[in-house]
């Protein structure tokens, strides 16, 4: 939102005032030269030439009115900005994935381990005004920490996640986060989601997490913990390696459809980056300043110029 009036209406009379204004002056200097033609002897003439003082203070006076009427209407207006940041803060949900590949040891000492890390990195970096919640998903998805500005709460209990042997559902842990970002209105509505797998459980599939995320204005950034050599997560009754897989492209279509972005990391150094910057993906809604307090001071300021000027400083200098 970018500058506008709260009472445009006023706008409407101060125009009126300042086009009589400027009318009144136009035909007062027209009949001062009628007037000088009229009754033009040499020593009118020379009385005119020697008054360029009156004629230079009379045009101070008019603009000095003409910067009164604009000021004073204006604070009328009551015209905002938007210069400072949003007093309600926002809400941020973290949705991690603690599925039985988050066990993997490629990230130092595992992933589930540097995954708690990076969102209490995030957690750190919000402001005291914004609303943190965390919430798991593996097999179903569970709430670990309710919407509170209190960060230090929200970090315990990251600490206290554990991820265990169960799959992955990608549109139960989205939705819960989502429910859980929308339960405290007026505030703009984010959530993070950590996977680093391939949603194979749960009620809610992905797509129907997304459409429902968009339709509560709630901005999805998701990111992908991947690594650029195979991890074998385990071996089947065959013998056969398991690897770990990861969906970028329904991390991807997430981002996309709630009008966020996917981020993916390989390493535990990538992750934590990635979650310091996640902040400045963060855009927050400029509250709307009032600057009608300013311009009224500058109306004020005006007319006691004038005032100053027509009663104190030319009666003395006469």
């Given at each position: 939102?970018?500058f506008?009036?709260?009472e ?5 009379p ?5 086009t ?10 027209k009949?001062?030269?009628?007037a ?6 040499i ?9 360029q ?9 008019i ?7 604009l000021f004073l209407?204006l ?18 949900v973290?949705?991690?994935?603690i599925?039985?590949s988050?066990q ?6 595992t ?14 970096s919000l ?10 998903f593996?097999t ?5 920490s309710y919407?509170?500005?209190d960060?230090?709460?929200a970090e315990?209990r990251?600490?206290?996640i ?8 990608i549109?139960?842990?989205?939705s819960?986060?989502?429910?859980m970002v929308?339960?405290i ?7 993070v989601l950590?996977?680093?797998g391939v ?9 129907e ?6 339709t ?6 998701t990111?992908?913990?991947?690594s650029?050599?195979?991890v074998?997560?385990g ?7 398991q690897y ?6 329904t ?10 972005t996917?981020f993916?990391?390989?390493?535990k150094n990538?992750?934590?980056d990635i979650y ?10 400029k509250e ?5 307090n300013l ?21 003395i200098?006469?």
């Open positions: 939102m970018g506008f009036f709260l445009p209406l006023w706008l409407i101060m125009i009126i005032a300042l009589g204004l400027i009318y009144i002056v136009m035909l007062s200097k009949g001062n030269k009628k000088a033609l009229k009754f033009g002897n020593n009118l003439m020379k009385m005119a030439s020697t008054h003082k009156t004629k230079k203070r009379s045009n101070v006076i603009a000095l009115e003409i910067l009164a009427i209407f604070a009328l207006a009551d015209p905002h900005i938007p210069l400072k940041q949003d007093k309600k803060g926002v809400n941020v973290l949705a991690i994935d599925s039985g988050m993997a040891t490629d990230y130092k000492p992933r589930i381990q540097a995954a708690k890390q990076a969102a209490k990195t995030l957690v750190n402001e005291n005004k914004d609303y943190v919640g965390v919430v798991s593996s179903g998805a569970s709430t670990v919407l509170t500005p960060k230090e709460k315990k990251i600490s206290g554990a991820a265990n042997n169960g799959a992955t559902a549109g139960d842990g989205l819960l986060a989502i429910d929308s339960s209105p007026n505030k703009k509505r984010f959530v950590l996977s680093d949603s194979n459980a749960g009620v809610i599939s992905p797509t997490a997304a459409t429902f995320a968009k509560n204005d709630v901005v999805v950034f990111v992908g913990m991947g650029e050599q195979p074998i997560l071996y089947d009754w065959f013998g056969n390696p770990a897989n990861l969906d970028e492209t991390l991807n279509q997430i981002a996309a459809t709630t009008g966020g996917y993916k990391s390989i390493d990538t992750l934590s310091k910057k996640l902040p400045e993906n963060i855009k927050r809604e709307p300043t009032s600057l009608k311009f009224l001071l500058l109306g004020i300021i005006t007319l006691m110029s004038r005032m100053y000027l027509t009663k104190i400083k030319w009666r200098l006469r």
